[in-house]
């Protein structure tokens, strides 16, 4: 049973930073695709970034440069570090998971499996981050 807890949102001023986490259990990262999501308010729910079972990454444009993801596969957590935060990053934050294929006996999940919100079967329950400025 995939489980997915995020942690870590709060409210910063503008140019601050935060760490968002997402605890994980029942799954194995190689064979899943992990995204961070996020939702505003009267807005659709939008990639912020999506990492491959490979460690292959893809940052939306808004935020490329500032957040940076990585997995502790130990902790089986994944962080999504934000820099630089402005304004316009003011929403729900959520962790997904998206399960890869089976190819020859071997997982795997590339980027261009898990694309938009409708390609991950699995959510956490948000965590909300606010930037004033």
């Known amino acids: 049973q995939v489980q997915l807890v995020e942690s870590g949102g709060g409210s910063v001023q503008a140019g601050g930073s935060l760490r968002l986490s997402c605890a994980t259990s029942g799954l194995t990262y190689s064979m899943y695709c992990m995204g961070w999501f996020r939702q505003a308010p009267g807005k659709e729910r939008e990639e912020v970034v999506v990492i491959s079972g490979d460690g292959a990454t893809r940052y939306a444009d808004a935020v490329q440069g500032r957040f940076t993801v990585s997995q502790d596969n130990a902790k089986m957590t994944l962080y999504l570090k934000m820099n630089s935060l402005k304004p316009d990053d003011t929403a729900m934050y959520y962790c997904?998971?998206?399960?890869?294929?089976?190819?020859?006996?071997?997982?795997?999940?590339?980027?261009?499996?898990?694309?938009?919100?409708?390609?991950?079967?699995?959510w956490g329950q948000g965590t909300q981050v606010t930037v004033s400025s």
């Open positions: 997904a998971a998206a399960l890869g294929i089976l190819t020859r006996g071997l997982w795997s999940c590339p980027l261009a499996l898990a694309r938009g919100a409708n390609a991950f079967g699995y």
